[in-house]
């Protein structure tokens, strides 16, 4: 691809790594002017240093303030906004219901939901009125469990569940100004995918668990590893104007497990 992207304004939401970060990169290669949102200020940082043209600003993407602030740097510095990108996530590490104690479901559900379908209500709530002004359009981020069972817990496929839903409903509320679509990444490999916090989870990455890339080699029909760069070009495919007839549609960059029987 080249220039795929040439002119467009764009706010990444949960940009300082992971597939976030390789959605940034690779907007700035095919021609967009880039704003980042991310909680983290050393990610922000780095990001900052590796791609001087970004402006980045440090928030949580869960509070509609923050992601006017970002919004508001984006307009500030290119004139407009043309595509919002969503890649904020947690996990819950497998936890089904029989594992979640009576007094962590509230705190739990409600860090899960906050953080993986609130979040993206924000960004877009916030985006609104710039989007409405360019005709810009949306990619948000699914998953392979937003379609199937197993590979996450309770809390977090419903969650994940919930932003299926989301796109639809925003997709047929949003047209014919708005385009929202999503990516639904597979697992993958060089994330910074943490757990609950409410959970006592926040600590740990399941990137290090014992034998992932192996697992993730062995269960998907392609047989390897995904890494952050092969989702890349979905969200670069969604928000240009190569997809302009697109909306409501699920990209799914998952190694093939669909097809598995």
């Not at 962590?104 to 860090?111: R, T």
């Not at 926040?202 to 390897?224: K, N, S």
């Not at 240009?240 to 697109?246: F, K, L, P, Q, T």
């Amino acid at each position: 691809m080249s220039g795929w992207l040439d002119g467009k304004r764009a706010l990444v939401v949960g940009a300082g790594s992971g597939i976030g970060r390789a959605v940034c990169s690779a907007f700035v290669e095919e021609g967009a002017c880039v704003g980042a949102l991310d909680i983290d200020a050393a990610k922000c940082d780095a990001l900052a240093r590796d791609l001087p043209s970004a402006i980045v600003v440090s928030g949580d993407a869960t509070s509609i303030a923050d992601n006017r602030r970002a919004v508001d740097a984006v307009l500030g510095r290119f004139g407009g906004l043309d595509v919002l990108v969503h890649t904020v996530g947690v996990f819950d590490f497998y936890r089904g219901i029989r594992e979640l104690g009576d007094d962590e479901l509230d705190d739990a559900f409600e860090e899960m939901f906050a953080t993986n379908v609130k979040a993206q209500l924000c960004s877009v709530k916030a985006a609104l009125p710039a989007l409405e002004q360019s005709a810009g359009n949306v990619v948000l981020t699914a998953s392979t469990s937003s379609f199937y069972p197993g590979r996450g817990g309770v809390l977090y496929i419903s969650s994940k569940f919930a932003v299926r839903g989301l796109v639809t409903a925003l997709a047929h509320e949003l047209a014919p100004r708005i385009r929202v679509n999503a990516v639904a990444p597979g697992g993958t490999v060089g994330t910074d995918l943490r757990g609950l916090a409410a959970l006592d989870l926040h600590e740990q990455r399941l990137d290090d668990r014992a034998g992932r890339a192996e697992d993730l080699v062995q269960r998907t029909p392609l047989g390897f590893a995904l890494e952050p760069d092969d989702h890349a070009g979905s969200y670069v495919f969604l928000a240009s104007d190569r997809a302009r007839g697109i909306t409501g549609t699920f990209v799914h960059p998952d190694g093939g497990i669909g097809v598995k029987g």
